[in-house]
């Protein structure tokens, strides 16, 4: 059984008949019937039955299914791997950013172009733990991400620690420059995330180490919603600097948090262990070079 039986049989399961897996393969009835039936004799296990025009899938075939996309996506990382030898100044990056994102990414982005125009840019934004999922199962390449986080499966640079802030809007006119957390314990709290995930458990973890009970009102990871909700006053939002120093909506005013150590970090990450292309490699290069160039 050979590599393209499997993308035969793949094309079958997927397809649920002989003639539409016939037309994606474009290939003719006969020969696909011919070639599911020598692997079913190769195998000595039958690994589709026919109910009426559809094909249903054994258990045996169900196993198969599994492996035989494991091992032809093992055999398209191996081509990507030999093609990639090169400089890697052709494909697409695929690339994961947290909904906090760095506020130096578009810079790094033009940077990165520059030097390799024909690249092209697979974007997703997602929470921090969610990218770090995507990156497992190798649907993005790299991902920025708030830490603290589980990485122990990934390879980490560390880009940069940001201080938090209060975001308030214009109608609570007594917060003053600088806030403690003892003060902010008394407005209703927004937190940037969900609970369990980094900037959620960094913020949460600060207020307890000073035996302070936040009063949280609401999570919401979808940053311009939160902004709304601040401006609205629904509530007061600790979130890292980088929200800061991108243009606050009107009506939002931002004040220091003082008197705790707490910081929000951000990491690029990839998969330990594994095929990483060239392309890859030359952004990971781009990002040590510009954290270096900031030290």
Not at 10 to 36: C, K, Y
Not at 55 to 78: D, F, R, V
Request: hydrophobic letters at 40%; one cysteine or more.
């Amino acid at each position: 059984m050979d590599i393209r039986q499997l993308r035969y049989f793949i094309a079958i399961v997927e397809e649920g008949t002989i003639s539409h897996a016939a037309n994606r393969l474009h290939i003719s009835q006969p020969p696909l019937s011919q070639q599911l039936k020598a692997m079913e004799e190769e195998l000595g296990s039958i690994l589709v039955y026919r109910r009426g025009k559809r094909l249903e899938i054994t258990e045996s075939g169900k196993a198969l299914y599994k492996y035989a996309l494991q091992m032809t996506q093992l055999m398209e990382e191996a081509k990507a791997e030999v093609q990639e030898v090169g400089n890697g100044d052709k494909g697409t990056l695929r690339l994961g950013i947290n909904t906090l994102s760095s506020v130096e990414l578009p810079a790094w982005l033009h940077e990165f172009r520059a030097k390799f125009p024909q690249v092209s840019y697979k974007i997703q934004q997602n929470e921090s733990y969610q990218l770090c999922e995507l990156v497992r199962n190798r649907a993005l390449e790299l991902a920025i991400v708030r830490l603290p986080l589980e990485l122990d499966d990934f390879s980490v640079l560390h880009l940069h620690t940001e201080p938090f802030y209060l975001l308030a809007s214009d109608q609570q006119t007594s917060l003053e420059q600088e806030m403690p957390l003892s003060q902010i314990v008394q407005y209703p709290l927004i937190l940037p995330s969900t609970e369990g995930l980094g900037v959620y458990y960094t913020i949460q973890m600060a207020f307890s180490e000073q035996n302070l009970q936040p009063n949280v009102v609401a999570e919401c990871s979808d940053i311009s919603l939160l902004l709304r909700l601040v401006a609205s006053d629904f509530g007061v939002a600790i979130v890292p600097e980088t929200l800061v120093k991108r243009h606050l909506p009107d009506h939002i005013h931002a004040f220091r948090i003082t008197g705790t150590p707490a910081t929000a970090s951000t990491a690029l990450i990839w998969l330990k262990d594994y095929h990483i292309s060239r392309m890859a490699l030359n952004f990971i290069d781009l990002l040590t070079a510009a954290k270096a160039r900031h030290m």
